[in-house]
């Protein structure tokens, strides 16, 4: 199959900009990474997923350590070492063979509950984005007009996603973004006034010290490991083959490993956002119309361009998506990727993957519930 760059692939390139942004946004306001290698990073990881696997994998923020690094307030010098570990720890697995022995305590059943936590959790996550103003360090700032002109504007982008979600001529992401963004432009949402094109900028490596290398090792990258076995790597997989078939043949635990650890080693030594793949990342890029690496590709120049024009002020472009857009995009993905678990029909099953999707909703730890869920499954099947 060719790469598609319709307009369907365009749409989809979009879908998963609602888990993107917020992390990105707070992860260059509260813990200074650099933006412009970040999305360069984005950049060449998309691409290569475009036209090696030529589907819409994603790419996203490892977001047990941004959630904590940002609660924390790391500097950025913490956050490069932590990628540079995970992305030495990925590779070694991929190499050694390890990463196979290790996903396979990751049983379908495992998968699907923490598919639904997730589905959940973006759920939760876009309700609070959608009713609530965010934190004004992120950007991500509530509209200053009136309430009753907020709801309207809330009220129209839900009808333009729902009419135009099924309507190939006019794809949802695409509609609902571009209203959206000129709500924002209107409003003053971002600092467009102050952008400079093709500002200069100096490079530099990253290094960090041997004590941010412990911090990051116990306070990031351990919380961060069992996440992105389960769910970047063995729930990515799955996913892939649950949507394309035997056109996923090549989405494997160690070509995922492969890509990840060497983009982490290059995010850790430029001072950028440590990334990964994820499964909700590729439902999103699904549900809104991608169906190839098109979509990858689509996405990936879109943050190029954006990269080399604005540099660091790029910042400022993506605060023109206001965060109501962004929860309403987020609780549709939700939904869709909660609704993986619709294969699972024996009781038993369902209540395990329940079980889990519970514990993770309430202690917001996917580790702690891949633990309760394997500890359950495996103790239920000696039983």
């Known amino acids: 199959m060719k790469l598609k760059f319709d307009k369907m692939e365009f749409a989809g390139a979009l879908g998963d900009l609602g888990t993107f942004v917020p992390i990105f946004i707070s992860l260059v306001a509260i813990n200074g990474i650099n933006p412009t290698l970040t999305l360069i990073l984005i950049v060449l990881l998309y691409i290569f997923c475009g036209f090696y696997y030529n589907l819409p994998i994603t790419v996203q923020p490892l977001k047990a350590i ?33 990463i196979n022995f290790l996903v396979r305590i990751f049983s379908r059943l495992i998968v699907r509950g923490i598919q639904l ?11 609070a984005l959608i009713t609530k103003p965010i934190d004004s360090q992120t950007g991500l700032l509530p509209v200053k007009f009136g309430v009753s002109v907020d709801l309207i504007i809330l009220f129209v982008s839900i009808i333009i996603m729902f009419v135009f979600l099924w309507n190939k001529r006019f794809p949802a992401s695409t509609g609902i ?28 490596l990253s290094i960090p010290s041997f004590d941010s290398f412990i911090k990051a090792f116990f306070l990031l990258v351990l919380p961060q490991l069992p996440l ?8 990515t997989k799955d996913v892939a083959r649950k949507y394309f078939g035997k056109q996923a043949e090549k989405v494997t635990e160690r070509s995922l490993s492969i890509g990840m650890g060497i983009a982490n080693i290059f995010a850790g030594l430029t001072g950028g956002m440590p990334v990964c793949h994820g499964s909700s990342g590729l439902t999103a890029h699904y549900s809104f119309g991608a169906r190839s690496g098109g979509a990858c590709v689509i996405i990936g ?21 206001p965060h109501s857009i962004i929860g309403i995009m987020l609780f549709y993905v939700g939904f869709k990727h909660a609704s993986l678990i619709s294969d699972l029909k024996d009781k038993k099953e369902i209540f395990i993957a329940l079980g889990i999707a519970i514990i993770a909703l309430f202690t917001n730890n996917l580790a702690i519930a891949y633990g309760l869920g394997i500890a359950l499954w495996y103790s239920l099947r000696i039983v």
């Open 66 to 98: 941004a959630a904590i690094a940002i609660a924390s307030g790391f500097n950025a010098f913490v956050i490069s070492a932590a990628g540079i570990l995970m992305g030495i720890i990925l590779l070694l697995l991929a190499i050694t063979g390890f």
């Open 117 to 127: 936590g997730v589905g959940l959790m973006l759920i939760r996550t876009s309700w």
């Open 177 to 204: 973004l571009s209203f959206e963004i000129m709500v924002s432009i209107l409003n003053g949402q971002a600092n467009t006034a102050t952008l400079q094109l093709f500002p200069t900028q100096k490079f530099s």
């Open 228 to 235: 992105t076995l389960g769910n970047a790597v063995v729930a």
């Open 301 to 321: 120049s879109l943050y190029l361009g954006l990269s080399l024009i604005f540099r660091n002020g790029v910042t400022e472009i993506f605060k023109l998506i």
